[in-house]
């Protein structure tokens, strides 16, 4: 069976800083409400690459014990600054996580060789499997499938999160390396990436959306093309107007509308105003009610 992870987001309070409790809800509903696989900790949706080292590391220390074991955890520890990916790596295998992931080197148009160091440097001494983080999109980084080849020489790094709508890339992946697992990251695809082997999927749509992914994964999984059309379609319908609506805090605003409190995002992200409440409350009340 496929497995659904949720991207964890983390709460803020009005002033940017950690709002414990929000991430404490968020965790407990995807457990109890969604009952999903895992969760993917500090990655873009947690708005990670904003925080500072000490508070990545509440964020997956929080997950953690909130989690107490009831879900798969990964923590996403990539950084542009190689001594804290390192640091952020150990510590999350300290606590208890048994995958991290990591997003590529960013900015400086690093070469091949650099990424190819930089993950068997995050590696190096630690025993945990890593997953890494494609995202072109938003890192710049792409990919090549000898490069991933190259990657995934290291026995520790057992396979990818693939944000990325390449799907020609996605089925020579999963031709070339059927023993890797490969996660998709981009919720408004899932259709897409189905037929082509994926070992499940990892959004921040999953936390409001689970069992809808989960109707349509099983649909799939019975051969009911039609059904996960449908489904899909009512999915994108979802996506795309969070998306309108400023995806992060609206996905916060929605939980809050359930009577989950999710918080706030974190500067330069916006906080709501009342329009984007009025949207959200529309949101919950069409999709999820
Ligand atoms: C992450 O690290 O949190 C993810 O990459 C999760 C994947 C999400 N991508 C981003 C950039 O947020 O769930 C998707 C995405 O929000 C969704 O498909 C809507 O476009």
Do not use: W
Not at 23 to 36: A, L, P, S, T, W
């Amino acid at each position: 069976m496929k497995k659904l992870y949720s991207a964890l987001m983390t709460a803020f309070n009005e002033d940017d800083t950690i709002n414990e409790s929000g991430i404490r809800e968020m965790v407990r509903y995807n457990i109890d409400h969604n009952h999903i696989d895992g969760l993917y900790v500090g990655g873009s949706t947690g708005e990670s690459f904003m925080l500072s080292t000490e508070e990545r590391k509440q964020a997956y220390k929080i997950a953690y014990d909130e989690t107490a074991g009831k879900a798969d955890l990964i923590a996403q520890v990539g950084s542009v600054n190689l001594t804290e990916a390192k640091e952020l790596a150990k510590y999350a295998v300290e606590l208890g996580y048994k995958t991290i992931s990591a997003v590529p080197p960013f900015y400086y148009h690093f070469t091949f060789d650099q990424i190819k160091n930089y993950y068997d440097q995050i590696l190096e001494g630690l025993d945990v499997q890593l997953i890494i983080y494609s995202i072109p999109a938003l890192s710049g980084v792409t990919l090549s499938l000898t490069e991933f080849a190259k990657l995934f020489e290291n026995p520790k790094i057992i396979g990818v999160k693939y944000t990325n709508n390449d799907f020609l890339l996605l089925q020579r992946l999963r031709s070339a390396f059927p023993d890797k697992k490969i996660y998709f990251g981009t919720d408004e695809m899932l259709i897409s990436a189905l037929p082509l082997g994926i070992d499940g999927a990892i959004g921040s749509t999953f936390n409001l959306n689970a069992a809808r992914a989960k109707a349509e994964i099983a649909a799939y999984e019975a051969g009911d093309m039609k059904k996960v059309f449908e489904l899909q379609d009512v999915s994108n319908k979802f996506i795309l107007a969070l998306i309108d609506n400023d995806i992060y805090p609206s996905l916060k605003l929605v939980f809050e509308e359930m009577g989950v409190h999710a918080g706030y995002s974190k500067a330069p992200m916006s906080k709501p105003t009342a329009q984007m409440r009025a949207g959200a409350k529309k949101i919950y009340e069409q999709y999820i009610k």
